[in-house]
């Protein structure tokens, strides 16, 4: 097996979504796997509370964020700070045509995963060649 | 843009110093300058009875983390396996999978029978109390 590859968190910008709460917005790492019938979007987005994750599909982009909420270490002193907490916000553009209104979302363990059913019309099929 | 992160609460220079005496040891997983960092990242504290290491490990249980404690040294070990198996076509793959194993070693001893660690969210608390000859030196001084 690998050794883990090493990626680091992230800042991010997202220009299109104007911010009222204070602190670093972080980038979450995705894969992205296809299927026949669907776009599987899986997200770390750890620390993030399941109720204040939002996911939204509109005009074939993808926008995921969620709130992380600070993890106060009161009456304690840091000694090693290598990676930053805040919120987690991404955008994606898909090309495939999604069945918006049957996207899912799950989150367990702190990964984010999204099901994407691609519509019918997207969908790999198969044409029967009928010889004379 | 994508820029690294910036730690806008970087130790002084006097803790930078500090640090770099205790956590001598942390970056020597065999990485050279300009190497990747260490997986997982990981945020240390102390408190007078205690440390505590906070690591991001999503999609990892508790029961796939082993932590071993030698005296000073406490090491962090695991697997994160791929979120889907079997015949896919990746268009995307950015999530590390794979074993990894980081080794702090601490200024003093903590107690390996009462490290807690639990993991929420995909978030790994690990608490390590320090050995009882370690907080015992401080010494009361009276004055008359």
Redesign the interface.
């Known amino acids: 097996m690998n050794t883990c590859a090493e990626m680091q968190k992230s800042e991010t910008h997202q220009p299109t979504v104007e911010r009222v709460r204070s602190g670093q917005v972080y980038r979450p790492l995705v894969d992205i796997v296809e299927r026949k019938d669907e776009l599987l979007v899986i997200a770390d987005v750890p620390g993030a509370t399941p109720d204040r994750i939002e996911v939204n599909f509109e005009r074939g982009e993808l926008t995921l964020c969620a709130v992380v909420p600070p993890r106060e270490r009161e009456g304690q002193r840091a000694l090693l700070t290598e990676y930053g907490v805040g919120d987690f916000c991404r955008t994606f553009s898909v090309s495939e045509e999604i069945d918006a209104a049957k996207i899912t979302a799950s989150y367990v363990h702190g990964v984010l995963t999204l099901h994407l059913p691609k519509k019918d019309s997207a969908k790999p099929r198969k044409i029967a060649v009928k010889s004379a | 843009?994508?820029?690294?992160?910036l730690?806008p609460?970087?130790?002084f220079p006097a803790v930078r110093r500090e640090?770099d005496r205790?956590?001598e040891s942390?970056f020597g997983n065999g990485a050279v300058s300009g190497a990747?960092?260490?997986?997982?990242?990981?945020?240390?504290?102390?408190?007078g009875g205690a440390?505590?290491i906070?690591a991001?490990?999503?999609?990892?249980?508790l029961s796939d983390i082993e932590v071993q404690v030698a005296g000073a040294d406490v090491t962090i070990k695991g697997?994160?396996r791929?979120?889907?198996e079997g015949e896919?076509?990746?268009?995307?793959?950015?999530?590390?999978?794979?074993?990894?194993s980081r080794t702090?070693t601490f200024p003093v001893a903590v107690v390996a029978d009462q490290v807690e660690a639990t993991?929420?969210?995909?978030?790994l608390v690990i608490r390590l109390p320090k050995s009882p000859e370690a907080t015992a030196r401080k010494i009361q001084i009276k004055s008359n």
Not at chain 2, 1 to 5: C, F, N, P, S
Not at chain 2, 36 to 47: H, I, Q, R, S
Not at chain 2, 56 to 61: A, C, D, L, S, W
């Open positions: 843009m994508l820029t690294h992160r730690n609460f970087a130790p640090l205790v956590f942390v990747a960092p260490a997986y997982p990242a990981l945020n240390v504290w102390e408190d440390f505590t906070e991001e490990i999503p999609g990892v249980e697997t994160r791929p979120a889907v896919t076509t990746m268009l995307r793959e950015e999530r590390p999978t794979g074993t990894f702090l993991m929420k969210n995909g978030v």
